[in-house]
């Protein structure tokens, strides 16, 4: 079960986007694994890709395909990663392509493919293939839930969030799905992400949008320090509404902005919160480091350190372990002779001493509730960072031993 | 129990050197926790430390006291890493290496504080020096066996071994001992080794010696990720052999080199046998990286991913894992177009395409093997590393779920 998960109950749909799942056997019998997702002439796009160099022939050509044409059709499926494979990756994502093209009368460059799933093993172009017929005529505009549920993996909920905004008398939509577990990491880990929009959006400042929205969420939350193949974050912008950005106040942008991260920092919070055998959602925030690069590191050498993951799962406030954990941060200017370090608010350390007041209990409590916020204040200048992890459990070595057998 | 451990059972004396432990109650009863070690005067060391920022006192007054004087005694406890307690810590550290020197009538300079254990807790000085004049007494060439275990902690096995070689119609011995299990990654993790030989070698020579044989040892084992705060490896010699390292011929100070090597590549190895939780022993080489750089990293980012170890403790031949923990690695140069991989010999990948003749089957029973080999051929250029790490397993999230409480 997810940590702290709640379900948004009202899913809005965006106009111009129509989706579908279907089950095409893939690598499960009896469960959607196949979605195809329509957008109207004139949509906008922008996406995000792993950077792991190891990627997958699906997300290769979609990085193809994006900059080629104006894509219409998404084409994602779950169950297999087509990575791995060699040369037959590339053909079965252009021949998967290259079906939606046909079927939906658009150029395949206008088709991009997503896979997410196992790694290495081959898959059957025709059970894609003779489902896309099926897929065409169930494009819905309601079907963001069914579409979230079919591209999970190891995910146990669907993560799936809508918000309302209004702005200049018109509500406007923004609906984002996500898929993800277990090898999460920055820079895109096994998790898909499509956010869209009916406001209109025009191509460059989609790109930054999503560029800064992604560095907040989708890059800052990790479960098992594993990057991906397959990883993409596409924001899509349909501009039904009659509206545009640019027509927006400074105000009513920032407003556009901040939901768009918020959904975003939703959907990101929720791949953590479903994290491979997790049972604790933990915020790690690092306060006043002396540059970014150094907050960033310390607070995911914290979020990654198997020891403090381990003592997570025990409710056990070992400091001393998170201590060490930034400690092993490569860092010339870091130093931590002086730091605040507090757990759920029960302050630890004051200027790196133990305070007299704490007794373990208190901070035992503290690590036992099923969110953890770890605070720690370095005291070296203003930088800040705030990134998400999970506990490390006997269930994630569990999902992840038995995942491919 | 560790994996594919070989006990030596001939441990030499190395003349000059005594040692001697007992049990002073620091955290467990009944059990030897605090080793004196002393040195002949005219003895030479060399020592490496942990490169974490956290580091503990006895750390920092090692580091002093090595600045200051040739030391005659080394006094080491295990319990109690005797870190993160503050201005207390340097207190301990310091009343404690000021003991030894009353009682053996040295400089306090010449002694050398090491701790290892909890971390956060203050040390009970008294427990130390009330043990101290058992220590005293009971001084011996022969302490080794007896000194290896006290230093233990989460240990199974005690980690001391043997070498003896001939040169110019001398025995020349080398004797070392190391502890650790968990919290093990390069640049020294939670382990102390000492290693010490009768040759005589001078201290530039030694220092050289040390930090070459560390860098293919010590700094090539990770169990965790995880970097402690009081690691310490130091290399002695006693020069009672009346013989020096100048004096030998080129091929003679190779053959010393090369047994320093293996002992204390033995030793490092040693740690990762008796890996937390460890049920396989794990090389993993990069062959044909682009620089020394990249194939440490890449070979490291294999070697810690959770998914590998994951799938290694399942004895899952999941080659998918070890691609895309290598691919996280940020390299600009570093590509995996067309590389081979192999598990145990069964090579799966060729120029990054699976293998026609390759079955999974083949790939299982190489990994069930105790003692597994990944080797992956980046095909870029001429360098080469080799890492050692253990699979991760239930057993690891025991121990470290439950060793404070």
């Given at each position: 079960m997810?940590?702290g998960?709640?379900?948004?109950?009202t899913?809005?749909?965006i106009?111009?986007?129509r989706?579908?799942?279907a089950a095409a056997?893939?690598?499960?019998q009896?469960r959607h694994?196949?979605v195809?997702m329509e957008?109207?002439?004139g949509t906008r796009?922008?996406?995000?890709?792993t950077?792991?160099?190891f990627?997958?022939?699906?997300v290769e050509l979609?990085i193809?395909?994006?900059?080629?044409a104006?894509?219409?059709?998404?084409?994602?499926?779950?169950?297999n990663?087509n990575?791995?494979?060699?040369?037959?990756?590339m053909?079965?994502a252009?021949?998967?392509?290259?079906a939606?093209?046909?079927?939906m009368?658009?150029?395949?460059e206008q088709?991009v493919?997503f896979s997410?799933?196992?790694i290495?093993?081959?898959?059957?172009i025709h059970?894609?293939?003779?489902t896309?017929?099926e897929l065409?005529e169930q494009?819905?505009?309601?079907?963001?839930q069914?579409a979230a549920?079919?591209?999970?993996?190891?995910?146990?909920?669907e993560k799936?969030?809508s918000?309302t905004i209004q702005?200049?008398g018109?509500a406007?939509?923004i609906?984002?799905?996500?898929k993800?577990?277990g090898?999460?990491?920055?820079?895109m880990?096994t998790m898909l992400?499509?956010?869209?929009?009916?406001?209109?959006v025009?191509n460059a400042q989609?790109?930054t949008?999503l560029?800064?929205?992604?560095?907040h969420?989708f890059?800052a939350i990790?479960?098992?320090?594993?990057?991906s193949?397959?990883?993409?974050?596409m924001?899509i912008?349909?501009?039904?509404?009659?509206?545009?950005?640019e027509?927006?106040?400074?105000?009513?942008?920032?407003?556009f902005?901040?939901a768009?991260?918020?959904l975003m920092?939703?959907?990101a919070?929720?791949?953590?919160?479903d994290g491979?055998?997790?049972?604790?959602f933990?915020?790690?925030?690092v306060?006043n480091?002396?540059?970014?690069q150094q907050?960033?590191r310390?607070?995911?050498s914290?979020a990654n350190s198997?020891?403090?993951k381990?003592?997570?799962?025990?409710?056990d406030?070992?400091?001393g372990r998170?201590m060490?954990a930034?400690?092993?941060?490569?860092?010339?200017?870091?130093?931590?002779?002086?730091v605040?370090?507090?757990?759920n608010?029960v302050?630890?350390?004051?200027?790196?001493?133990?305070?007299e007041?704490y007794l373990d209990?208190?901070?035992?409590e503290?690590?036992q509730a099923?969110?953890v916020?770890?605070?720690?204040?370095?005291?070296?200048?203003?930088?800040t960072k705030?990134?998400?992890?999970?506990d490390?459990t006997?269930e994630?070595i569990r999902?992840n031993?038995?995942?491919?057998?």
């Open positions: 997810p940590v998960f709640t379900k948004h109950h899913i809005h749909a106009t111009g986007i989706l579908a799942a056997g893939i690598r499960y009896n694994d196949l195809l957008l109207a002439p796009v922008a996406a995000v890709f950077k792991n160099v990627r997958a022939a699906p979609a193809k395909h994006l900059a080629l104006a894509p219409r059709y998404l084409l994602i499926n779950s169950g990663a990575a791995g494979v060699g040369a037959a990756g053909q079965i252009l021949a998967s392509t290259q939606v093209a046909d079927l009368h658009v150029q395949a088709v493919p997410t799933g196992v290495g093993e081959q898959m059957d059970r894609i293939t003779q896309l017929p065409a494009l819905h505009a309601d079907g963001w069914t549920r079919a591209i999970m993996t190891t995910d146990t909920v799936l969030f918000k702005l200049q018109q406007i939509h609906t984002g799905m996500a993800g577990s090898m999460i990491q920055p820079n880990a992400a499509y956010i869209a929009t009916d406001l209109n025009d989609l790109a949008l560029e800064n929205s992604v560095e969420s890059n990790t479960v098992d320090s594993d990057t193949t397959n990883d993409a974050c924001l912008a349909t501009g039904a509404a009659d509206l545009a950005f027509q927006l106040s400074e105000q009513e942008q920032n407003a902005v901040q768009i991260d918020e920092l939703l959907l919070q929720a791949i953590v919160r491979e055998g997790a049972s604790k933990v915020t790690v925030t306060h480091a002396s540059s970014d907050a960033k310390v607070a995911f914290i198997p020891l403090v381990t003592a997570l799962a025990a409710s406030a070992n400091w998170i060490a930034a400690g092993k941060v490569e860092d010339d200017t870091l130093n931590l002779d002086s605040d370090l507090s757990i608010g302050q630890i350390l004051q200027s790196s001493q133990l305070l007041s209990e208190a901070g035992s503290a690590m099923a969110e916020t770890i605070a720690l204040d370095l005291k070296l200048g203003n930088a705030t990134v998400w992890t999970t490390l006997h994630y999902i031993a038995e995942y491919r057998s």
